[in-house]
C-alpha cells in the first residue's frame, strides 16, 4: 500500500493528454490538502513514479503513447500498489471490469461531476490508510473450501500448492468474503467506495463471475461463492487462518 502515514499531504497524480481536462481536474483538486501533479502521456507518468512517492493516480484510458489498462498492468506486474482511478469515455461493463481486472482501483466514465471524483478520491486514500500493511498481517493463510489465501503475497494458493493470481479487485473481493463467511454481502457492502449506485452496478456481477471461474478450476470449488437472490452474494464455507 502507499504509505499514506508519512507526514504532509496524500500526492494525486492526474494524467489526461487534454490539457483543458486535466487542468480542469486539478483546479477542483486544489481546493483540498493535498499535493498535485500533473502529465499529458505514460512517460511522463513513469517518470514521475520513479522520482515521487504517489499515493493517487487519475488515470486517462487513452493516452498518446499507449493506454491505461496496460500501465495498470504493469504497476501491478511489479508490485506496485499505488491506487488508481480510471477515467475514461468508455461506459460499458465490459470496460469498467476489465480495467478492475487489470489493477484499476475505481472507474470513471466521463463526463463526470468534478465533485463524484473527490470522493471516490477521498474514499480510496481512506481505505489505503485502514487497511494493513501486508508485512503487519499477523497471518499468512486464510483456507477456505479447497483454497488457501495468501494474505501477503495476495494469491490463491490450490490444494496443489499451484498458484493463481488475483488482480486487485478480486483480493479485494475475495478478502471481503472471507472476513464474513456464511453472510450475505450486498453490492453496497462489496463495493463500499461506490455505495450510492452499487445496487445498480452490474460490473460487481462480472467480478464475482470471474473469481468463481478461478475458483472452479480445483474440485469443491465450483459452490463456494453463491447468489442470493435479491440479496447479494455469500461465501459458503468456514474460513481457518494460519
Same mark, same amino acid.
Given at each position: #500500500?502507499?504509505?499514506?502515514?508519512?507526514?504532509?499531504?496524500?500526492?494525486? #497524480?492526474?494524467?489526461?493528454?487534454?490539457?483543458?481536462?486535466?487542468?480542469?481536474?486539478?483546479? %477542483?483538486?486544489?481546493?483540498?490538502?493535498?499535493?498535485?501533479?500533473?502529465?499529458?502521456?505514460?512517460?511522463?507518468?513513469? %517518470?514521475? *513514479?520513479?522520482?515521487?512517492?504517489?499515493?493517487?493516480?487519475?488515470?486517462?484510458?487513452?493516452?498518446?503513447?499507449?493506454?491505461?489498462?496496460?500501465?495498470?498492468?504493469?504497476?501491478?506486474?511489479?508490485?506496485?500498489?499505488?491506487?488508481?482511478? #480510471?477515467?475514461?469515455?468508455?461506459?460499458?461493463?465490459?470496460?469498467? /471490469? *476489465?480495467?478492475?481486472?487489470?489493477?484499476?482501483?475505481?472507474?470513471?466514465?466521463?463526463?463526470?461531476?468534478?465533485?463524484?471524483?473527490?470522493?471516490?478520491?477521498?474514499?480510496?486514500?481512506?481505505?489505503?490508510?485502514?487497511?494493513?500493511?501486508?508485512?503487519?498481517?499477523?497471518?499468512?493463510?486464510?483456507?477456505?473450501?479447497?483454497?488457501?489465501?495468501?494474505?501477503? %503475497?495476495?494469491?490463491?494458493?490450490?490444494?496443489?500448492?499451484?498458484?493463481?493470481?488475483?488482480?486487485?479487485?478480486?483480493?479485494?473481493?475475495?478478502?471481503?468474503?472471507?472476513?464474513?463467511?456464511?453472510?450475505?454481502?450486498?453490492?453496497?457492502?462489496?463495493?463500499?467506495?461506490?455505495?450510492?449506485?452499487?445496487?445498480?452496478?452490474?460490473?460487481?456481477?462480472?467480478?464475482?463471475?470471474?473469481?468463481? %471461474?478461478? *475458483?472452479?478450476?480445483?474440485?469443491?470449488?465450483?459452490?463456494?461463492?453463491?447468489?442470493?437472490?435479491?440479496?447479494?452474494?455469500?461465501?459458503?464455507?468456514? /474460513?481457518?487462518?494460519?
Amino acid at each position: #500500500m502507499p504509505d499514506l502515514a508519512h507526514n504532509g499531504p496524500a500526492t494525486i #497524480m492526474v494524467v489526461d493528454d487534454d490539457a483543458d481536462i486535466r487542468n480542469l481536474i486539478l483546479g %477542483q483538486l486544489r481546493q483540498e490538502n493535498y499535493r498535485l501533479l500533473g502529465a499529458g502521456n505514460l512517460a511522463d507518468l513513469r %517518470q514521475a *513514479l520513479r522520482q515521487e512517492q504517489i499515493d493517487l493516480i487519475v488515470l486517462d484510458l487513452n493516452l498518446p503513447d499507449g493506454d491505461g489498462l496496460s500501465l495498470c498492468r504493469e504497476l501491478r506486474a511489479t508490485g506496485s500498489a499505488v491506487q488508481i482511478i #480510471m477515467v475514461t469515455a468508455r461506459g460499458s461493463a465490459i470496460d469498467r /471490469v *476489465l480495467g478492475l481486472e487489470l489493477g484499476a482501483d475505481d472507474y470513471l466514465t466521463k463526463p463526470f461531476e468534478p465533485r463524484e471524483l473527490l470522493v471516490r478520491i477521498r474514499n480510496l486514500l481512506r481505505r489505503a490508510r485502514s487497511e494493513p500493511s501486508p508485512r503487519r498481517v499477523a497471518t499468512r493463510y486464510a483456507a477456505f473450501g479447497p483454497w488457501r489465501l495468501d494474505l501477503q %503475497q495476495r494469491r490463491l494458493v490450490a490444494p496443489d500448492d499451484r498458484l493463481v493470481m488475483l488482480s486487485s479487485a478480486e483480493f479485494r473481493l475475495i478478502t471481503r468474503f472471507i472476513e464474513e463467511p456464511n453472510a450475505v454481502l450486498t453490492r453496497e457492502t462489496l463495493l463500499p467506495e461506490r455505495r450510492a449506485t452499487a445496487a445498480f452496478d452490474r460490473s460487481i456481477d462480472l467480478q464475482v463471475s470471474r473469481l468463481r %471461474q478461478k *475458483l472452479a478450476a480445483v474440485p469443491g470449488g465450483d459452490e463456494l461463492i453463491l447468489t442470493v437472490r435479491g440479496e447479494g452474494y455469500v461465501l459458503a464455507c468456514e /474460513v481457518h487462518y494460519s
